[in-house]
């Protein structure tokens, strides 16, 4: 059972937005060309397997959807947050051809804006029991202070929460 959509106002920075509409074609062949993205998302999996509790996962950045097949395989139901909507149709059609729809919520673009969230307009109705956030979503974050305080929104108490960063100069995340 998943929970039910809100709607908010959009307002993420658009040039990252933009940037993803316009390889998201490409995406999944970029990230292939790199044998090491593979071990990262291999890592990720097991790692996050091994480690979360609950089964209502927030995708935050999902892309193309790359981690759908393992979560929804797993048991998982997943809320699945893209802002680049060339990028969620990717992975809309992706789940379509695993028959698993039915596994997933797709936020609408409007409340794929974390920075809309607030105790009285959430993106959805329930909590998440983990957040994975894998590959370089937080480095197009800029504020990552809002962004602990929103997921503080949307989660269990004791949540996990699985992130990859790029940016080694980030000074912290919550």
């Given at each position: 059972?998943?929970?039910?959509?809100?709607?908010?106002?959009?307002?993420?920075?658009?040039?990252?937005?933009?940037?993803?509409?316009?390889?998201?074609?490409?995406?999944?062949?970029?990230?292939?060309?790199?044998?090491l993205n593979k071990i990262v998302r291999?890592?990720?999996?097991?790692?996050?397997?091994?480690?979360?509790?609950?089964?209502?996962?927030?995708?935050?950045g999902g892309g193309t959807g790359g981690?759908?097949?393992?979560?929804?395989?797993?048991?998982?139901?997943?809320?699945?947050?893209?802002?680049?909507?060339?990028?969620?149709?990717?992975?809309?059609?992706?789940?379509?051809?695993?028959?698993?729809?039915?596994?997933?919520?797709?936020?609408a673009n409007k409340s794929s804006d974390?920075?809309?969230?607030?105790?009285?307009?959430?993106?959805?109705?329930?909590?998440?029991?983990?957040?994975?956030?894998?590959?370089?979503?937080?480095?197009?974050?800029?504020?990552?202070?809002?962004?602990?305080?929103?997921?503080?929104?949307?989660?269990?108490?004791?949540?996990?929460?699985?992130?990859?960063?790029?940016?080694?100069?980030?000074?912290?995340?919550?």
């Amino acid at each position: 059972s998943f929970p039910t959509r809100r709607s908010s106002d959009l307002k993420y920075n658009s040039s990252a937005i933009d940037y993803y509409n316009t390889i998201s074609n490409k995406y999944d062949d970029l990230l292939n060309t790199n044998p090491l993205n593979k071990i990262v998302r291999d890592e990720v999996k097991h790692y996050f397997l091994e480690n979360v509790n609950g089964k209502i996962v927030l995708d935050f950045g999902g892309g193309t959807g790359g981690d759908l097949a393992w979560l929804i395989e797993a048991g998982f139901s997943v809320i699945f947050c893209e802002p680049a909507e060339k990028m969620k149709r990717i992975a809309v059609e992706n789940v379509k051809k695993m028959n698993s729809s039915e596994k997933v919520l797709f936020l609408a673009n409007k409340s794929s804006d974390y920075q809309s969230w607030t105790k009285d307009n959430l993106p959805f109705e329930g909590k998440a029991n983990a957040v994975l956030s894998n590959f370089a979503v937080l480095n197009s974050i800029k504020d990552l202070n809002t962004l602990s305080a929103k997921f503080a929104l949307i989660t269990n108490e004791n949540s996990s929460l699985i992130v990859i960063v790029l940016n080694v100069k980030a000074k912290y995340l919550i």
